[in-house]
C-alpha cells in the first residue's frame, strides 16, 4: 500500500507511522534486541501498551492482564499475570535464573478470546506462505496446538477473509518493506492496541 503523502487519514497506518518512514526502505530486523527498539517505537504498526521496564509500568495507571515479554528470541514468555502480580512474578523469573532483568519488558495482553486468526506470513518464491491457527489462545500456544500451512492464493484469500482491508495492506507493506522477513500478526472481534485496529504486530524479523 502506498499513498500519497498529501493526505491525512486516520485509517491509514502510513499517516499514523509517518509517511517518510515508509517510503524509505528501513534497516533490516537482524535480531530480536533491535527489533524490540523499534517495535517500542512504533516502527511496525498498531502493537499493545508496552513498558520497557517494571518502574515505567508502575507509573502507568494500567491495571489488565500483562505479558512479560523476552528480549531473547524464542525465550520463555509468560501470559496474562495480573497487574498487582507483575513485581512478584518478575522477582520469581530473576530469582530462578530463568532471565535477566534487562532483557524483560511488559505488554498490555491483547484480547485473546477474541481471536479470529493469527501466525506468520512471509513471500516465498512461489508467493505468499502463511502458518496460521484461529485457536483462541495467545500466539505460540495456538500455533502449537492448531496451526496450518499454507501458501500462494489459498493464503492470500484467508488473509483477505479474515483481515480489515487496510490492515491486509498493511501487512502486504510491511513484506514489500522488509523483503525476506517474517510477519508475526494476530486478528481480533474487536479493535485494540495503540492505533485501535483490528489486527496487532508482533513481530517483524529475519533471525
Same mark, same amino acid.
Given at each position: 500500500?502506498?499513498?500519497?503523502?498529501?493526505? !491525512?487519514?486516520?485509517?491509514?497506518?502510513?499517516?499514523? *507511522?509517518?509517511?517518510?518512514? /515508509?517510503?524509505?526502505?528501513?534497516?533490516?530486523?537482524?535480531? %530480536?534486541?533491535?527489533? =524490540? !527498539?523499534?517495535?517500542?517505537?512504533?516502527?511496525?504498526?498498531? %502493537?499493545?501498551?508496552?513498558?520497557?521496564?517494571? $518502574?515505567?509500568?508502575?507509573?502507568?495507571?494500567? !491495571?489488565?492482564? /500483562?505479558? #512479560?515479554?523476552?528480549?531473547?528470541?524464542?525465550?520463555?514468555?509468560?501470559?496474562?499475570?495480573?497487574?498487582?502480580?507483575?513485581?512478584?512474578?518478575?522477582?520469581? #523469573? #530473576?530469582?530462578?535464573?530463568?532471565? $535477566?532483568?534487562?532483557?524483560?519488558?511488559?505488554?498490555?495482553?491483547?484480547?485473546?478470546?477474541?481471536?479470529? *486468526?493469527?501466525?506468520?506470513?512471509?513471500?516465498?518464491?512461489?508467493?505468499?506462505?502463511?502458518?496460521?491457527?484461529? /485457536?483462541?489462545?495467545?500466539?505460540?500456544?495456538?500455533? =502449537?496446538?492448531?496451526?496450518?500451512?499454507?501458501?500462494?492464493?489459498?493464503? %492470500?484469500?484467508?488473509?483477505?477473509?479474515?483481515?480489515?482491508? /487496510?490492515?491486509?495492506?498493511?501487512?502486504?507493506?510491511?513484506?514489500?518493506?522488509?523483503?525476506?522477513?517474517?510477519?508475526?500478526?494476530?486478528?481480533?472481534?474487536?479493535?485494540?492496541?495503540?492505533?485501535?485496529?483490528?489486527?496487532?504486530?508482533?513481530?517483524?524479523?529475519?533471525?
Amino acid at each position: 500500500m502506498h499513498c500519497s503523502r498529501d493526505h !491525512k487519514d486516520p485509517s491509514c497506518p502510513c499517516c499514523e *507511522i509517518g509517511h517518510d518512514m /515508509v517510503e524509505a526502505k528501513p534497516l533490516p530486523v537482524l535480531n %530480536k534486541s533491535d527489533f =524490540v !527498539k523499534r517495535f517500542q517505537l512504533g516502527e511496525f504498526g498498531n %502493537k499493545t501498551q508496552n513498558w520497557d521496564t517494571y $518502574e515505567a509500568f508502575r507509573q502507568s495507571t494500567y !491495571k489488565g492482564l /500483562v505479558h #512479560i515479554r523476552n528480549r531473547i528470541a524464542g525465550g520463555k514468555t509468560w501470559y496474562n499475570v495480573p497487574a498487582c502480580d507483575v513485581f512478584y512474578e518478575m522477582r520469581q #523469573i #530473576i530469582a530462578h535464573g530463568e532471565v $535477566e532483568e534487562k532483557n524483560l519488558y511488559l505488554a498490555a495482553m491483547a484480547p485473546t478470546s477474541e481471536t479470529v *486468526i493469527q501466525g506468520e506470513v512471509f513471500r516465498s518464491e512461489t508467493g505468499l506462505a502463511l502458518y496460521y491457527s484461529t /485457536v483462541a489462545k495467545p500466539m505460540r500456544e495456538s500455533l =502449537v496446538e492448531g496451526g496450518k500451512q499454507v501458501y500462494g492464493l489459498t493464503a %492470500k484469500l484467508l488473509l483477505e477473509h479474515h483481515l480489515d482491508a /487496510v490492515d491486509y495492506d498493511w501487512i502486504q507493506e510491511l513484506l514489500d518493506q522488509f523483503e525476506n522477513h517474517i510477519v508475526e500478526f494476530s486478528c481480533y472481534n474487536t479493535r485494540c492496541g495503540t492505533l485501535n485496529r483490528r489486527m496487532i504486530i508482533w513481530e517483524v524479523r529475519a533471525y
